[in-house]
């Protein structure tokens, strides 16, 4: 018998995540707008999710809708529902994403993707949480709390004419920006592990067994695809590997490119007992600055320390030869 995966959850290891649902766990109790920011591929439907299962609305539906997959003929109809007749093919009255979020959640992701019409009778919508379905004449009262989800911030989109000005002040809301996965380096390994499991369960194959070079390439990229991306690697892993160890050649070449500068590191640091304490932290502190690149904010962050500490280090090192140094 086929295992079903339970719900994923998103992962919240990082500090940034863990001050993320310090925020959510603070408005999703309240009945406010709550858009998410975001680049593609970080998770903002599992936080969608995560705030109506932390709301008074948890018992009702979640429905979410993606606006960039939706024809702008079809808009409307999906959104809000049809009456029989209302065009060609219309053979039945359709209930609409709207009405069948009566009681919990509606999730509009891309909401930037919504045609200009349709924006019109969202804000009406959220002026008085009524609505009437396409070729319809009696309006219908929903109770439904619309949580927001889009790449870039709306503004560029008004500005661009794509977007009505009075229902980004009404959609907006309460805004919370998704850190992309490369600043969330802590999430990587609870991620590589949760994915791991939900994908052999889905193919109901044996975990691969990830080597600690694999392991030291999955952590040091820096995932410009996010969450989705990562689960493509997983996948592929878990496919191919299955029960056996996962090696730094069975990832992406991209993958495995981000491995070499570690290799090159763990090279050329050396730990002595006969040198100071001081010397070998330093020595530390050039090999994970080297790691990031030079960038200190993402190095402190790999050593766990904090970013002023780090600046202390630099100051007492000077610039690493060959080194440039970013914050």
Same mark, same amino acid.
């Given at each position: 018998?086929?295992?079903?995966?339970?719900?994923?959850?998103?992962?919240?290891?990082?500090?940034?995540?863990?001050?993320? %649902?310090?925020?959510?766990?603070?408005?999703?109790?309240?009945?406010?707008?709550?858009?998410?920011?975001?680049?593609?591929?970080?998770?903002?439907?599992?936080?969608?999710?995560?705030?109506? %299962?932390?709301?008074?609305?948890?018992?009702?539906?979640?429905?979410?809708?993606?606006?960039?997959?939706?024809?702008?003929?079809?808009?409307?109809?999906?959104?809000?529902?049809?009456?029989?007749?209302?065009?060609?093919?219309?053979?039945?009255?359709?209930?609409?994403?709207? %009405?069948?979020?009566?009681?919990?959640? =509606?999730?509009?992701?891309?909401?930037?993707?919504?045609?200009?019409?349709?924006?019109?009778?969202? =804000?009406?919508?959220?002026? +008085?949480?009524?609505?009437?379905?396409?070729?319809?004449?009696?309006? /219908?009262?929903?109770?439904?709390?619309?949580?927001?989800?889009?790449?870039?911030?709306?503004?560029?989109?008004?500005?661009?004419?794509?977007?009505?000005?009075?229902?980004?002040?009404? /959609?907006?809301?309460?805004?919370?920006?998704?850190?992309? =996965?490369?600043?969330?380096?802590?999430?990587?390994?609870?991620?590589?592990?949760?994915?791991?499991?939900? /994908?052999?369960?889905?193919?109901?194959?044996?975990?691969?067994?990830?080597?600690?070079?694999? +392991?030291?390439?999955?952590?040091?990229?820096?995932?410009?695809? +996010?969450?989705?991306?990562?689960?493509?690697?997983?996948?592929?892993?878990? =496919?191919?590997?299955?029960?056996?160890?996962?090696?730094?050649?069975?990832?992406?070449?991209?993958?495995?490119?981000?491995?070499?500068?570690?290799?090159?590191?763990?090279?050329?640091?050396?730990?002595?007992?006969?040198?100071?304490?001081?010397?070998?932290?330093? %020595?530390?502190?050039?090999?994970?600055?080297?790691?990031?690149?030079? +960038?200190?904010?993402?190095?402190?962050?790999?050593?766990?320390?904090?970013?002023?500490?780090?600046?202390?280090?630099?100051?007492?090192?000077?610039?690493?030869?060959?080194?440039?140094?970013?914050?």
């Amino acid at each position: 018998m086929k295992r079903v995966a339970p719900e994923r959850r998103p992962v919240m290891s990082s500090r940034a995540m863990r001050e993320l %649902d310090r925020v959510l766990r603070a408005v999703a109790p309240k009945d406010v707008v709550v858009s998410l920011v975001g680049e593609s591929g970080t998770g903002k439907e599992l936080l969608a999710r995560r705030i109506h %299962d932390l709301s008074p609305r948890r018992a009702g539906p979640f429905i979410p809708i993606n606006c960039a997959a939706i024809p702008d003929a079809l808009f409307e109809s999906e959104l809000f529902g049809h009456e029989r007749g209302a065009f060609t093919g219309a053979t039945t009255r359709a209930r609409g994403k709207l %009405d069948a979020a009566d009681g919990g959640t =509606l999730f509009l992701d891309e909401i930037g993707e919504m045609p200009l019409a349709v924006q019109a009778k969202l =804000l009406r919508f959220l002026e +008085n949480h009524k609505f009437m379905r396409v070729g319809g004449s009696a309006k /219908i009262s929903v109770d439904a709390r619309v949580v927001s989800a889009t790449l870039r911030p709306l503004e560029d989109e008004v500005s661009a004419g794509r977007f009505r000005a009075d229902l980004l002040y009404r /959609i907006q809301g309460i805004p919370l920006r998704v850190p992309p =996965l490369r600043e969330r380096a802590a999430d990587v390994g609870p991620l590589l592990a949760q994915l791991t499991r939900e /994908i052999c369960d889905k193919h109901e194959t044996k975990p691969p067994r990830y080597t600690r070079a694999a +392991n030291a390439a999955l952590r040091a990229y820096a995932w410009p695809g +996010n969450v989705r991306e990562l689960r493509n690697v997983v996948e592929l892993v878990c =496919l191919l590997r299955e029960g056996k160890p996962a090696r730094l050649r069975d990832l992406p070449e991209a993958v495995q490119r981000a491995a070499r500068p570690s290799i090159t590191t763990r090279e050329t640091l050396e730990i002595r007992l006969d040198r100071s304490l001081h010397e070998t932290v330093d %020595d530390v502190v050039r090999a994970a600055l080297a790691l990031e690149g030079g +960038n200190r904010s993402r190095a402190a962050q790999r050593l766990g320390i904090s970013l002023r500490t780090m600046q202390r280090f630099v100051a007492r090192l000077g610039a690493p030869s060959r080194m440039p140094i970013r914050h």
